[in-house]
């Protein structure tokens, strides 16, 4: 049995929509539509998705926040819903958008009252800190109010607050969204950590393919509240032949570049952009073009979710889902 279990899982909502001067209709929204799928215990899974696929519902359900309309669930072999307390104590949660600790506190005495409300014992509070403290390095800032934070900072704040008390499973919703890049890396190399050394089960939610990238063996697709596509990264962009960009800054302006491997597909002046494909290594082209241009400056940027998603759909035509899943 894995230790995420979601058989058939539905969420609808009524909204209510204005219909002329003085009616209102009723309409239902399927949020989440017919789920499946398994977490294994020490696994780091990519869930992804376009704006309203169903990403952020499927984890409320996780957690017991919302209950299904429909389907089975099962979190650590309990039914979160139900025994959303006590599950509480088995899994960690972080939102990007939001905090979980106190603003007008300081770091420090979040963390006291995480460890009083997880009842969780003296040794291990004191170790499970040092070792956060450490690896996040919050050492400076324990003292600080959380509202004085920059956002990075928070993060790993919020990162730590949700790992205090050793959940088995840990949702992440958008946990590198609007950080810098130094910021970013510092999140991605706590969660490696996290997850291989304390085999703690991650489940990831993100618009970054880099955090996908260089965090999960497993990605995946959910839309319109199914899943699409479950497997690696690499079959994900070979589904859709995603391209990566390269931003290339000549110290001239030069005719398109022509190297193996890469198409001109922009020219602005000395600045280029080549589309290379997302699968393959871009090392090859980037010694082509450093050996045979005057090169100033170049940058990687990874394909947008949504254009991996929409370009998956084109080239598997009407039918994504039995293609990939
Ligand atoms: N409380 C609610 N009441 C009504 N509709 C809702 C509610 N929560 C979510 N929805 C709808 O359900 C659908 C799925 O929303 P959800 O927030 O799960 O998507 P998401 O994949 O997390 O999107 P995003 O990437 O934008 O956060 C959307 O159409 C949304 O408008």
């Given at each position: 049995m894995g230790i995420i279990e979601v058989h058939n899982v539905s969420r609808t909502f009524t909204v209510r929509t204005r219909a002329g001067r003085l009616r209102r209709e009723k309409r239902e929204v399927r949020?989440?539509?017919g789920l499946d799928f398994t977490v294994e215990e020490g696994e780091c899974v990519g869930y992804i998705g376009p704006n309203g696929a169903g990403k952020s519902t499927t984890i409320k359900m996780l957690t017991g926040i919302l209950v299904p309309t429909g389907g089975r669930l099962r979190v650590a072999g309990v039914d979160p819903a139900r025994e959303r307390v006590g599950l509480a104590r088995r899994i960690g949660v972080v939102f990007g958008q939001r905090t979980?600790?106190?603003?007008?506190?300081p770091l420090r005495d979040s963390y006291e009252l995480a460890r009083r409300i997880y009842r969780i014992p003296d040794a291990h509070y004191r170790a499970n800190l040092e070792r956060c403290v450490e690896l996040l390095e919050l050492g400076a800032l324990?003292?600080?109010?959380?509202?004085?934070?920059s956002l990075g900072q928070r993060m790993r704040g919020d990162l730590a607050a949700a790992l205090l008390h050793d959940p088995q499973v840990l949702y992440l919703d958008e946990?590198?969204?609007?950080?810098d890049v130094v910021s970013k890396s510092r999140v991605r190399a706590f969660l490696r950590e996290v997850n291989t050394l304390q085999r703690t089960t991650v489940l990831l939610t993100t618009h970054d393919l880099t955090d996908i990238e260089q965090l999960c063996r497993r990605v995946m697709v959910i839309d319109h509240g199914r899943v699409v596509y479950d497997g690696g990264l690499e079959g994900l962009h070979a589904a859709g032949e995603s391209e990566r960009t390269l931003v290339v800054d000549l110290a001239e302006v030069c005719a398109p570049i022509e190297v193996p491997g890469a198409r001109v597909v922009r020219t602005d002046g000395p600045r280029q952009w080549l589309a290379i494909p997302a699968?393959?290594?871009a090392a090859p082209v980037l010694a082509a073009v450093a050996a045979r241009y005057p090169l100033v400056d170049l940058s990687v940027r990874e394909p947008a979710i949504e254009d991996v998603i929409a370009r998956m759909y084109s080239s598997s035509e009407a039918h994504p889902k039995g293609a990939t899943v």
């Amino acid at each position: 049995m894995g230790i995420i279990e979601v058989h058939n899982v539905s969420r609808t909502f009524t909204v209510r929509t204005r219909a002329g001067r003085l009616r209102r209709e009723k309409r239902e929204v399927r949020a989440v539509d017919g789920l499946d799928f398994t977490v294994e215990e020490g696994e780091c899974v990519g869930y992804i998705g376009p704006n309203g696929a169903g990403k952020s519902t499927t984890i409320k359900m996780l957690t017991g926040i919302l209950v299904p309309t429909g389907g089975r669930l099962r979190v650590a072999g309990v039914d979160p819903a139900r025994e959303r307390v006590g599950l509480a104590r088995r899994i960690g949660v972080v939102f990007g958008q939001r905090t979980t600790l106190w603003w007008d506190l300081p770091l420090r005495d979040s963390y006291e009252l995480a460890r009083r409300i997880y009842r969780i014992p003296d040794a291990h509070y004191r170790a499970n800190l040092e070792r956060c403290v450490e690896l996040l390095e919050l050492g400076a800032l324990l003292d600080t109010p959380v509202r004085q934070l920059s956002l990075g900072q928070r993060m790993r704040g919020d990162l730590a607050a949700a790992l205090l008390h050793d959940p088995q499973v840990l949702y992440l919703d958008e946990p590198t969204i609007g950080l810098d890049v130094v910021s970013k890396s510092r999140v991605r190399a706590f969660l490696r950590e996290v997850n291989t050394l304390q085999r703690t089960t991650v489940l990831l939610t993100t618009h970054d393919l880099t955090d996908i990238e260089q965090l999960c063996r497993r990605v995946m697709v959910i839309d319109h509240g199914r899943v699409v596509y479950d497997g690696g990264l690499e079959g994900l962009h070979a589904a859709g032949e995603s391209e990566r960009t390269l931003v290339v800054d000549l110290a001239e302006v030069c005719a398109p570049i022509e190297v193996p491997g890469a198409r001109v597909v922009r020219t602005d002046g000395p600045r280029q952009w080549l589309a290379i494909p997302a699968r393959a290594s871009a090392a090859p082209v980037l010694a082509a073009v450093a050996a045979r241009y005057p090169l100033v400056d170049l940058s990687v940027r990874e394909p947008a979710i949504e254009d991996v998603i929409a370009r998956m759909y084109s080239s598997s035509e009407a039918h994504p889902k039995g293609a990939t899943v």
